[in-house]
């Protein structure tokens, strides 16, 4: 590894344990003033959004766009590759996750996703799922927006795997709409496969420059009579479509012209060339500045 990426490693290292350790310091005073559902306020959303958008800055995430999210209340799901995209669609708009039980375990990372209202779900249980599908419901009845990762692991990006259905259901009791997040990163470095060290990889991505990743927002969908293997199958559908990639071969991330991200922006504007897989083909893009939309309810400065 070549010395200026030791040096750039380290130093991105020190920044990211301050950078946490400020995150929990912020969500510590809001939750004394302002009670347990502090990210449920609009202080709340904005400063996990400020604080995601400062940690993209930080690892050296650029993200580019396209499409734009629906309004609250909504259930986003997306294909995982990282958990890079976590803090990425989180700099974007305000929303809780859906995450497996073992992140709470994780040093600072799972004490301040319990603060923001993560929603830790335990599949291997009946009753853990249960719980979080209600949990799920209720938050989606209270007008908030959750991000869900059906796959339920990780992949190194060139498939996607099966969508399991069951927090569809809350959508479906709530009648929310539905809305599918496609997923795609520069490079095979990004990949954090379930067995993988975090510790490795994490210092493997602040060694990087740049690490680009592309979420592509596709149309929403209506959950009014719809059964919630449909929503899982068609959203699949429509991330598989963005990517490029067909149900029996993967292909390519379609073609995609850009131009240099702005330097003191960790959201990009690119001009993409629409293809005929595309659901929508009237893309959106955004910066971090004035052209971003006011329903994102992000800083303006990141």
Aim: aromatic letters at 8%; hydrophobic letters at 45%; charged letters at 15%.
């Amino acid at each position: 590894m070549p010395f200026i990426s030791v040096l750039r490693g380290l130093y991105r290292s020190i920044l990211v344990v301050v950078h946490l350790v400020c995150g929990l310091f912020l969500a510590t005073i809001l939750r004394i003033t302002r009670g347990d559902d502090w990210h449920h306020s609009v202080l709340g959303r904005n400063t996990i959004c400020w604080w995601s958008a400062r940690a993209c800055r930080v690892i050296g995430v650029r993200i580019t766009c396209r499409g734009v999210p629906v309004e609250r209340p909504a259930l986003l799901v997306a294909n995982h590759v990282s958990w890079i995209e976590i803090i990425a669609i989180a700099s974007l708009l305000p929303a809780r996750f859906v995450a497996k039980a073992e992140l709470r375990t994780w040093p600072l990372i799972g004490t301040l996703a319990a603060m923001t209202g993560t929603v830790f779900i335990r599949r291997r249980y009946l009753s853990g799922l249960l719980h979080t599908l209600s949990t799920a419901t209720r938050a989606l009845n209270a007008g908030q927006t959750l991000v869900a990762f059906p796959e339920a692991t990780t992949s190194a990006g060139d498939r996607v795997g099966e969508f399991h259905g069951a927090l569809f259901q809350a959508a479906i009791n709530t009648c929310a709409v539905t809305q599918a997040i496609a997923v795609h990163y520069s490079g095979a470095h990004a990949a954090f496969i379930d067995d993988a060290s975090f510790a490795a990889h994490l210092l493997r991505i602040l060694c990087q420059p740049t690490t680009q990743v592309w979420l592509s927002f596709c149309q929403p969908i209506a959950c009014d009579g719809r059964q919630r293997r449909d929503l899982a199958g068609e959203t699949r559908a429509q991330i598989m479509r963005q990517l490029g990639h067909s149900p029996t071969r993967p292909q390519t991330w379609p073609p995609i012209a850009a131009t240099q991200p702005p330097a003191k922006s960790h959201v990009a504007v690119f001009n993409i060339a629409p293809t005929a897989n595309h659901d929508d083909a009237n893309h959106r893009q955004y910066c971090g500045g004035d052209d971003r939309p006011a329903r994102l309810q992000t800083p303006r400065e990141h």
